[in-house]
């Protein structure tokens, strides 16, 4: 077991490919498993957010200053911007919809790159966490950039669908270049989701996966389940809305496999 706080992002530039739900249903089940854990919403869809406090909850958070978006602005120490989820073991730094101008924000900073890094260096230090897990927009450019510079490694959650792989070419080329700056980024492998196993793209995907030098396809993959919709629409993880439901066994299965590799 490896000690001290382990920084994951959850990062794909196509939407859709679950990245919300796996962060928010993998920490969820990390803390369940005894650890302590930060989830940071780096996205302005507030996804993150909405998966953990009902809708009013995160719209006070968004317009007022218990948010990223401030905190970046500020460049604070983004300990300041930590509120408790209901759940045990479990916090979380929820975002606002101004995230659609942080690369603004970031354009006109000192060392942008290393921004986020620099707001979580206390918090990490502080050995408080033993995992800190950050969602990150389907994008690519500074902030995410800021987010892998943040982060020990990535893992990229890819949909199990024609359109899946589509741009995964593009997000290679971005972690390269990110590598350059940030030189110790691993990429913690890819988990596939919204499986519907009856159907051929799934192998497809696995094939085409498998085929990529270097890149650990996770064991455990996460089918297309109503479970998943009727726990976001109750804003809760999966895994503390339905427990025996089919993907909340699967999210615990991946957080294990995950700790596992600590």
Partial sequence: MGTGTRVICFANNKGGSGKSTTCSNVGYALA??????LLIDGDMQMNLSLSLFDEDTVLGFAQGDKNLYEGIRRQDDLAEYIVHTPYEGLDLIPSSTLMSS????????????????KGLKMTRESGEYD???IDAPPTLGGWVMNILCASDEIIIPVEASPWGLFGLGNMFEFLDDVKEIAPDLKLGGIVITKVD????YFRQTLDTLKELDDVKVFDTYIRVDSGIEWSQDNNAPVIAYKKGSRSAKEY?????EIDAAR
């Fill in 32 to 37: 369940q498993a005894g650890h302590r854990v």
């Fill in 102 to 117: 942080i690369e603004y924000e970031l354009f006109t900073k000192w060392q942008r790159e290393y921004i986020l890094k």
């Fill in 131 to 133: 995992y800190i897990l």
């Fill in 197 to 200: 196993t009856r159907k051929n």
């Fill in 252 to 256: 615990m299965a991946l957080a294990q």
